[in-house]
């Protein structure tokens, strides 16, 4: 056994292509997932390839995410990945200042709060294991083709967060070590399945990303773009 990996979001898209790479490469999963049916269903197929548990964890509840951390700790004491995966997107299309204030706080919630929390409530093991954070994160520049103002107001403090934390993990000569990971345009249900130019497969993103989570350099952090 290489390690054991907990994944947020990681019944569908990006986060269960990279369940499945890390199941492949002889590492334990816990699969993060608000909806017992989903998550059952996802655990199933992932069973085929290697020892996989399900863990429900809402990540817009804070009393969730603690429950579930909580848990995590007690029945995996050699947990050294945490991948905060799971995101919600708000509505891509709307015009910046349509947005109502409950709109934005409830991606803020899932997106950073959520991740923060869980993060922080298992930091001790992955520090105590020399772990890896990794946050799949986004560039937060609006752009002619993208600006999102929910998903990117939400992402934004995340990546203040990998730059914060992994600072502070230097400075006190930490084990543990934080990174982002921007996998690019990927089709999945956060997007709608979008079919455009240069978009990828759950499946590619999850190899370009996991070969950042499985080799020995430190990323400390820092916010890899795969594509670049």
């Known amino acids: 056994m290489n390690g054991t990996a907990f994944i947020t979001g990681a019944n569908k898209g990006i986060g269960f292509s990279v369940a499945k790479e890390l199941l492949q490469k002889n590492f334990r999963v816990i699969?993060?997932?608000?909806?017992?049916?989903?998550?059952?269903d996802a655990v199933k197929i992932l069973s085929e390839f290697g020892e996989v548990h399900l863990q429900i964890i809402d990540m817009a509840d804070l009393k969730?995410?603690?429950a579930a951390a909580e848990k995590v700790a007690q029945n995996f004491g050699e947990l050294n990945i945490l991948v905060n995966n799971a995101g919600i997107a708000g509505d891509m299309h709307k015009t910046a200042w349509d947005f109502s204030a409950q709109e934005l706080i409830e991606v803020y919630m899932v997106d950073f709060i959520g991740a923060f929390e869980v993060t922080k409530k298992l930091l001790p093991?992955?520090?105590?294991?020399?772990?890896k954070i990794v946050n799949i994160t986004m560039p937060t520049n609006a752009t002619k083709y993208f600006h999102?103002?929910?998903?990117?107001?939400?992402?934004a403090?995340?990546?203040?967060?990998i730059d914060n934390f992994g600072f502070e993990f230097?400075?006190?000569?930490m084990k543990a070590q934080i990174f982002g990971i921007m996998p690019g345009v990927v089709s999945t249900a956060l997007n709608n399945f979008i079919q455009v130019p240069g978009v990828k497969t759950p499946e590619q993103s999850a190899k370009q990303i996991i070969k950042f989570i499985v080799d020995d350099k430190n990323y400390n952090g820092k916010i890899?773009?795969?594509d670049n």
């Not at 093991?125 to 772990?131: D, F, Q, V």
């Not at 403090?157 to 967060?161: G, K, L, R």
């Open 224 to 226: 890899i773009d795969v």
């Open 64 to 66: 969730s995410v603690d």
């Open 148 to 155: 999102p103002l929910a998903y990117q107001a939400a992402k």
């Open 31 to 40: 699969v993060g997932a608000r909806d017992l049916n989903r998550g059952t």
């Open 157 to 161: 403090p995340m990546n203040i967060m």
């Open 170 to 173: 230097a400075q006190k000569n």
């Open 125 to 131: 093991l992955l520090e105590k294991n020399s772990g």
